[in-house]
């Protein structure tokens, strides 16, 4: 997801997190909020527009665009019909996330060649282990996510970002396999850790951040491991 549409929803999980369980009324309005910001919004995530604009997606499913349009509108369907009752919304996330995502996960994974048919599943892996991460953190640990000083430098200043960048020019007209994933995402990891020390001096900023990027490595380890293991 685009960096917006990660951020909306980490701050709706913490919303969720710091509100009152007897605020039924304030929590119902702010899931309302989030189904229409999923219904608005996921569809312009960075896998759809990946999709969207690659070759052999459109080759076999030429009509994706209308399909994206009416799947998305069941996505939000599914967000809207959620009952928040006794949960606390980390637990209607993590009980429902995987549920309102099917429709636009099978779509695209039936779209997409074999050798990329692994990276819908993945994408899930890493989303609900972003959100398990963002349920477990403080609220000064979600804040310090959208500090920005790592904004302050430029990427392609560091080394390890520059093979990140040149990996992703070259996926620019294709679509990645489970395999570039898996080698790209130790590159990923250095080259965050490089921008946080050189561009944030608060620790609490730098290990908000990490822990959000071990959460994610861990999610992804079982299934890099299966392939180096190949």
Do not use: W
Request: glycine share 2%; with cysteine.
């Amino acid at each position: 997801m685009k960096s917006f549409g990660v951020l909306s929803l980490l701050l709706c999980v913490l919303a969720f997190v710091s509100a009152k369980d007897s605020d039924v009324s304030s929590a119902e309005e702010n899931l309302r909020e989030l189904a229409k910001a999923l219904n608005d919004k996921m569809n312009t995530t960075i896998l759809l527009d990946i999709i969207t604009m690659g070759d052999k997606i459109k080759e076999k499913c030429p009509d994706i665009e209308d399909k994206i349009e009416h799947t998305m509108d069941r996505v939000g369907e599914c967000v809207e019909a959620v009952d928040l009752g006794s949960d606390t919304f980390c637990s209607l996330i993590r009980k429902n996330f995987v549920k309102c995502m099917k429709p636009a996960k099978e779509l695209i994974t039936g779209c997409m060649p074999q050798e990329s048919k692994d990276i819908p599943e993945m994408i899930e892996k890493m989303m609900m282990a972003m959100i398990d991460q963002a349920c477990s953190s403080t609220v000064e640990e979600m804040l310090e996510m959208l500090n920005p000083c790592k904004m302050e430098k430029d990427p392609q200043t560091f080394p390890a970002c520059k093979e990140v960048m040149t990996t992703m020019e070259q996926y620019k007209n294709k679509l990645p396999s489970k395999a570039m994933i898996c080698q790209t995402m130790p590159k990923m990891r250095m080259c965050m850790k490089a921008v946080l020390d050189a561009s944030c001096p608060n620790q609490i900023t730098k290990n908000a951040h990490m822990k959000m990027q071990d959460a994610i490595d861990k999610a992804m380890k079982d299934d890099c491991d299966a392939l180096n293991a190949a």
